[in-house]
């Protein structure tokens, strides 16, 4: 399924580096660095996810969100925003938008955030594949060569994220943060446990290699 | 317990007092004088009862013809007398004392067998005696007057006696009387004194009122200050106070205001480089796969993001410093600073075809050279940024009034009004996209304007958009010291005298205005 997002974002420094992260989470993507204009694009309806910075020149997020809802457009939006206040959070949601992501971020977390979205609002894959192994996310059934194969919910989670996040390394702390959540007070050692368990059912050795003073990545 | 129950209680305490002693006196008086009255009809009384009797001794001496009566025939004329003639009051003949006869009424009685007897006998011949004894009953009163009788011969007193009861009953019932009647109007003028207090000192609770809205935060009520002239004086002195609390606690607030939109932009523009610099660093990191060409391009992003990071700490350094190192104040010659502001700044301005031009009237102006010269760097330099390559930018040195004045003149974008307005508050940026590719953070005129006030200067900008922008430095158009608006890091304390941090400063000013040659 191809997603498409536009990235309003009025630093070229930032634009970049974002337009790098969706290349590797496989996206395609668009720029703009105004907000008037963002408001026409968005409504245009090609998009399928905006990422969207609050300071812009002429018109600033919080308001192209009011156009762009106003003009009766649902396109989900993440905003992008230096402002760390709990007041600022309020606002964005309330506004309609989907999620917030304070700057600066880890390429991965604006990943996860945009899959988190995306399968809120039924864009995300149903259906996922890597060799003979199928991630079906609707049912939650996982198979390898047609045969089932049993995970628990979190070896479950952590395959999936793994699959999503394809030739990308994926830190201990990551895993535990999107997995365990944010709160979790538990040890990054079940973290390894979890990730051991996964190779070792789906046979997923010289695959999904452990990375010295990193962590993990599955790669194609 | 309250004032005015206070003032209640003693009025009420006085005013009773005051009314019970006058009536009790008034009450005195008035009884003394109507025993006076008594005593002088009772006088009268035995006056005339006693011509009575020697007219009759008279007229039967007469009638016998002769000079004298003897004892017998005048106790004779007496006893008839007395038995057969009515007189105004109960009346006693006495001979050497003892009476002629014992007299009808019970009062002379009791009179005659009590203390006056012994009186009688002393009186002198001529003389006469008026008392007040209490005869029988312990409640009668009554005025006993005794006298010799004109007769001869010698011995005889006549005894009169009139009943004063009355006027002794009369103040003995109109004592309590006058009490309970003092303590009534003492009552009601107290009630009349409370409720006039209650009025007078209205104001006073409409004060105190104030006062407790005030100690709530609420300074906006200013009641009309009323009543005598002492609370009149009080409430105005109470709005005064409300007045000036409400002026500071508006002026805190615009001093916080000011201080969160300082560290609002301040956050956005730290984190606007730290984002590209994690973001691009997380995937070099994270990607299998980086290409020659992504990392160059994302390395070399890292260090224009770190270096853009470099910059906005020197400034905010700089800002910081500013505020607090002190002065190091000299007699500087304009001319000075102006050739050496050209030839620091022409290396930059030529590579972009740019002129500079100096003129000056050969003032000497007493300034921090190191710090007017950033100030002087800054605006010319952002001269030069609003200016299109081959531009002239002018340095200009006059005076108006008397005091000097220096000015920056550029013909280049130009300012909004609302951009002029905005211009010195820290990170302001009206183009936050091309500020940035000129390598502007939006510090530079909130530090020229934090330089001009530490040297008791005044910073002017005149603008008109897409014609061009005139920054003037007055000098000594300022107080040297003003209260600061925290446009900047420092706080309001003021600094240590050797500030370490200065020296520094002042390096990294150097050190900016000899990048800027290179870049610009």
Same mark, same amino acid.
Not at chain 2, 126 to 132: F, I, Q, R, S, T
Not at chain 2, 147 to 152: I, T
Not at chain 2, 163 to 175: K, N, W, Y
């Given at each position: 399924m191809d997603i498409r997002v536009l990235i309003v974002e009025d630093d070229t420094s930032i634009a970049k580096m974002l337009e790098a992260t969706l290349a590797i989470g496989g996206y395609r993507y668009e720029c703009c660095a105004d907000g008037a204009q963002a408001v026409d694009r968005i409504v245009s309806g090609r998009y399928d996810i905006v990422l969207l910075?609050?300071?812009?020149?002429?018109?600033?997020g919080f308001q192209v969100l009011d156009d762009v809802r106003e003009a009766g457009d649902r396109t989900p939006v993440i905003f992008l925003t230096a402002l760390g206040e709990v007041a600022d959070k309020v606002k964005g949601l309330r506004g309609g938008a989907e999620d917030y992501v304070v700057k600066p971020f880890e390429t991965v977390e604006l990943l996860a955030r945009m899959e988190v979205v995306l399968r809120r609002v039924g864009k995300g894959e149903r259906e996922l594949r890597y060799d003979d192994i199928t991630v079906n996310t609707e049912q939650h059934t996982v198979t390898k060569g047609g045969e089932p194969v049993t995970l628990t919910p979190k070896e479950y989670a952590v395959l999936l994220f793994f699959m999503r996040n394809l030739n990308v390394a994926i830190t201990r702390e990551q895993l535990l943060a999107n997995i365990w959540g944010y709160n979790f007070a538990g040890e990054s050692r079940s973290v390894d446990i979890h990730v051991q368990q996964v190779r070792r059912k789906l046979g997923l050795k010289g695959k999904l290699i452990t990375i010295p003073k990193l962590g993990y990545r599955l790669e194609k | 317990m309250k004032l005015w129950q206070k003032l209640a209680l003693t009025s009420l305490l006085f005013v009773v007092l005051a009314v019970q002693l006058t009536q009790f006196l008034m009450l005195e008086r008035n009884f003394e004088s109507e025993l006076r009255r008594e005593k002088d009809a009772a006088v009268a009384d035995h006056a005339a009862i006693s011509a009575a009797l020697a007219n009759r001794v008279d007229y039967a001496r007469v009638k016998a013809g002769r000079f004298f009566l003897s004892e017998e025939e005048t106790d004779a004329v007496l006893l008839e007398a007395v038995r057969e003639e009515t007189f105004d009051a109960p009346i006693a003949v006495l001979k050497n004392g003892e009476p002629l006869s014992v007299p009808a009424e019970a009062s002379v009685r009791s009179i005659l067998e009590g203390s006056l007897a012994p009186i009688g006998a002393e009186i002198p011949s001529g003389g006469g005696l008026a008392a007040v004894v209490s005869p029988g009953a312990s409640q009668q009163r009554a005025v006993a007057v005794v006298s010799p009788l004109a007769l001869s011969p010698d011995g005889y007193r006549l005894l009169t006696v009139r009943d004063v009861t009355a006027v002794f009953e009369e103040r003995s019932t109109a004592l309590p009387a006058a009490g309970r009647n003092g303590l009534l109007i003492g009552c009601c003028i107290s009630a009349a004194l409370v409720l006039l207090l209650f009025v007078q000192l209205h104001p006073l609770r409409v004060s105190v009122k104030t006062i407790r809205e005030i100690a709530g935060g609420n300074y906006a009520l200013a009641p009309e200050p009323k009543g005598s002239d002492e609370l009149r004086t009080l409430q105005q002195s109470i709005n005064d106070m409300a007045g000036s609390i409400r002026e500071r606690e508006d002026r805190l607030r615009a001093i916080a205001d000011s201080r969160k939109r300082f560290a609002d932009a301040m956050a956005h523009e730290m984190k606007t480089p730290l984002t590209s610099i994690l973001g691009f660093a997380d995937i070099l990191r994270i990607k299998r796969v980086v290409s020659d060409a992504e990392r160059r391009d994302f390395a070399s992003m890292i260090v224009d993001e770190a270096k853009r990071l470099r910059g906005l700490s020197a400034k905010l350094l700089q800002l910081a410093s500013t505020d607090h190192s002190q002065l190091d104040l000299a007699d500087v010659p304009v001319e000075s600073l102006f050739l050496e502001v050209q030839s620091a700044m022409l290396p930059a301005l030529s590579r972009r075809g740019l002129k500079l031009e100096t003129a000056h009237q050969g003032a000497v102006i007493r300034v921090d050279r190191e710090l007017f010269l950033s100030l002087l760097y800054n605006l010319v330099d952002n001269a030069a940024k609003a200016s299109p390559d081959g531009a002239t930018v002018w340095l200009v040195q006059g005076a108006v009034d008397g005091r000097t004045v220096l000015s920056v003149i550029d013909r280049g974008i130009g300012m909004k009004p609302d951009t002029v307005r905005h211009a010195?508050?820290?990170?302001?940026?009206?183009d936050k996209a091309r500020s940035r590719k000129a390598g502007g953070a939006g510090l530079g005129l909130s530090l020229c304007e934090d330089i001009c006030r530490r040297h008791g200067a005044r910073l002017e900008i005149r603008s008109k958009y897409k014609e061009g922008t005139t920054v003037v430095i007055h000098m000594?158009?300022?107080? @040297?010291?003003?209260?600061?608006?925290?446009?900047?890091?420092? !706080? !309001?304390e003021t600094s240590s005298? @050797?500030?370490?941090v200065r020296a520094k400063a002042r390096g990294a000013s150097k050190r900016k205005s000899g990048k800027r040659r290179h870049s610009a």
């Amino acid at each position: 399924m191809d997603i498409r997002v536009l990235i309003v974002e009025d630093d070229t420094s930032i634009a970049k580096m974002l337009e790098a992260t969706l290349a590797i989470g496989g996206y395609r993507y668009e720029c703009c660095a105004d907000g008037a204009q963002a408001v026409d694009r968005i409504v245009s309806g090609r998009y399928d996810i905006v990422l969207l910075d609050v300071m812009l020149p002429g018109k600033d997020g919080f308001q192209v969100l009011d156009d762009v809802r106003e003009a009766g457009d649902r396109t989900p939006v993440i905003f992008l925003t230096a402002l760390g206040e709990v007041a600022d959070k309020v606002k964005g949601l309330r506004g309609g938008a989907e999620d917030y992501v304070v700057k600066p971020f880890e390429t991965v977390e604006l990943l996860a955030r945009m899959e988190v979205v995306l399968r809120r609002v039924g864009k995300g894959e149903r259906e996922l594949r890597y060799d003979d192994i199928t991630v079906n996310t609707e049912q939650h059934t996982v198979t390898k060569g047609g045969e089932p194969v049993t995970l628990t919910p979190k070896e479950y989670a952590v395959l999936l994220f793994f699959m999503r996040n394809l030739n990308v390394a994926i830190t201990r702390e990551q895993l535990l943060a999107n997995i365990w959540g944010y709160n979790f007070a538990g040890e990054s050692r079940s973290v390894d446990i979890h990730v051991q368990q996964v190779r070792r059912k789906l046979g997923l050795k010289g695959k999904l290699i452990t990375i010295p003073k990193l962590g993990y990545r599955l790669e194609k | 317990m309250k004032l005015w129950q206070k003032l209640a209680l003693t009025s009420l305490l006085f005013v009773v007092l005051a009314v019970q002693l006058t009536q009790f006196l008034m009450l005195e008086r008035n009884f003394e004088s109507e025993l006076r009255r008594e005593k002088d009809a009772a006088v009268a009384d035995h006056a005339a009862i006693s011509a009575a009797l020697a007219n009759r001794v008279d007229y039967a001496r007469v009638k016998a013809g002769r000079f004298f009566l003897s004892e017998e025939e005048t106790d004779a004329v007496l006893l008839e007398a007395v038995r057969e003639e009515t007189f105004d009051a109960p009346i006693a003949v006495l001979k050497n004392g003892e009476p002629l006869s014992v007299p009808a009424e019970a009062s002379v009685r009791s009179i005659l067998e009590g203390s006056l007897a012994p009186i009688g006998a002393e009186i002198p011949s001529g003389g006469g005696l008026a008392a007040v004894v209490s005869p029988g009953a312990s409640q009668q009163r009554a005025v006993a007057v005794v006298s010799p009788l004109a007769l001869s011969p010698d011995g005889y007193r006549l005894l009169t006696v009139r009943d004063v009861t009355a006027v002794f009953e009369e103040r003995s019932t109109a004592l309590p009387a006058a009490g309970r009647n003092g303590l009534l109007i003492g009552c009601c003028i107290s009630a009349a004194l409370v409720l006039l207090l209650f009025v007078q000192l209205h104001p006073l609770r409409v004060s105190v009122k104030t006062i407790r809205e005030i100690a709530g935060g609420n300074y906006a009520l200013a009641p009309e200050p009323k009543g005598s002239d002492e609370l009149r004086t009080l409430q105005q002195s109470i709005n005064d106070m409300a007045g000036s609390i409400r002026e500071r606690e508006d002026r805190l607030r615009a001093i916080a205001d000011s201080r969160k939109r300082f560290a609002d932009a301040m956050a956005h523009e730290m984190k606007t480089p730290l984002t590209s610099i994690l973001g691009f660093a997380d995937i070099l990191r994270i990607k299998r796969v980086v290409s020659d060409a992504e990392r160059r391009d994302f390395a070399s992003m890292i260090v224009d993001e770190a270096k853009r990071l470099r910059g906005l700490s020197a400034k905010l350094l700089q800002l910081a410093s500013t505020d607090h190192s002190q002065l190091d104040l000299a007699d500087v010659p304009v001319e000075s600073l102006f050739l050496e502001v050209q030839s620091a700044m022409l290396p930059a301005l030529s590579r972009r075809g740019l002129k500079l031009e100096t003129a000056h009237q050969g003032a000497v102006i007493r300034v921090d050279r190191e710090l007017f010269l950033s100030l002087l760097y800054n605006l010319v330099d952002n001269a030069a940024k609003a200016s299109p390559d081959g531009a002239t930018v002018w340095l200009v040195q006059g005076a108006v009034d008397g005091r000097t004045v220096l000015s920056v003149i550029d013909r280049g974008i130009g300012m909004k009004p609302d951009t002029v307005r905005h211009a010195t508050e820290a990170f302001y940026m009206e183009d936050k996209a091309r500020s940035r590719k000129a390598g502007g953070a939006g510090l530079g005129l909130s530090l020229c304007e934090d330089i001009c006030r530490r040297h008791g200067a005044r910073l002017e900008i005149r603008s008109k958009y897409k014609e061009g922008t005139t920054v003037v430095i007055h000098m000594d158009a300022a107080p @040297k010291e003003p209260e600061r608006a925290p446009t900047s890091l420092g !706080q !309001q304390e003021t600094s240590s005298p @050797k500030n370490p941090v200065r020296a520094k400063a002042r390096g990294a000013s150097k050190r900016k205005s000899g990048k800027r040659r290179h870049s610009a």
